[in-house]
Structure formats: structure tokens, C-alpha cells
């Protein structure tokens, strides 16, 4: 992707501190590549569901990290507007819209939220559902990089659309 410009300055510093985190319990310093993923999904698999203070803290920080990792790889746009940042949302390609930190916190907790469900154009529903209609394991589907290739047959499937 080319240069997208600077993440706002709130998910900057939540990311930079997913990125601590991890670097202090693995010895790995993330990137913001895809190929970081899969060692933050190693990182919330150890996080105790249990604590929700934890989950909350962790989710956060990690969201905004998994966020910028969407954003410089399929471009999109940050909106920062809600007061906190399970509310932020992040658009990408033709429509694809989602919360980051909802996406994290499901990896952390391997459940559905109402929060990170994404969201695409009525009119591309079919096809994106055509698209995701494979099986795929618990440990993928709740894995942020496993979420990050949903995501790009999304963008794929939207951006096709708007070609034809």
C-alpha cells in the first residue's frame, strides 16, 4: 500500500502500546505487518478471560494495533469520534466497515460481540456472503491474522462490484 499518511494520534498510541505489550512477554517487537499477527494472537490467547479489566485493557490496545495493521495494508480511514475506543470504527476498501477493539476482544474472549461484527453496503451482502460461505476453525476465525484475510476477500469482493 502506498502511503497512507499518520494514524490519529489516540490510535497511535494505543497501538505503540499493544506493541510493548507483546515485546515484554515475547521478546518480539511487532511491526504493523501481517506477518506480526499471528505472534498477537499468541499474546491474547494468554490473557485471562476471566479478568474483564484485562480483556478491556489488552483489546484496546491490541485493536488499535490490528486496526493499523488493516489500514496500511488494504487503506481505509479511522473514525475516532465515539468517547471511547471500543466505539472507533475503521473503513476500508468499498464499504467494509468495522471495530477494531470488538475484533480484538472477540480473539481474546473466542466469542461473538455485537462489536465486531462488520458491516458492508446492503447491496454487497450476497456476494460477500457467497464469498465467506467455507468453514473455517474456531482457532482461525478467532485469530486476528485469520480475521485479516476475511477482510481482504471482503475488500476483494467490494472492489469488484464497484469494477463491473
Known sequence: MSDIGPPPGAVHELAEQAVDFVRRATGVALDYTAETLPVLDHYLREVPRDRTELVGLVATASGAYFGEVVRRRLGGLWDTEGDEPREWRLTVGHGLTFSPVGVAA???????????????????????????????????????????????????????????
Do not use: C, N
Not at 466469542?111 to 453496503?121: I, K, Q, W, Y
Not at 485469530?143 to 469488484?160: D, N, P
Open 106 to 164: 472477540e480473539a481474546i474472549v473466542r466469542a461473538d460481540s455485537e462489536e465486531g461484527v462488520f458491516e458492508v453496503p446492503e447491496e454487497d451482502r450476497p456476494a460477500v456472503e457467497a464469498a465467506l460461505d467455507e468453514e473455517v476453525s474456531e482457532d482461525e476465525y478467532y485469530s486476528l491474522a485469520g480475521r485479516l484475510e476475511v477482510f481482504e476477500r471482503i475488500a476483494e469482493v467490494l472492489l469488484a462490484a464497484r469494477v463491473s
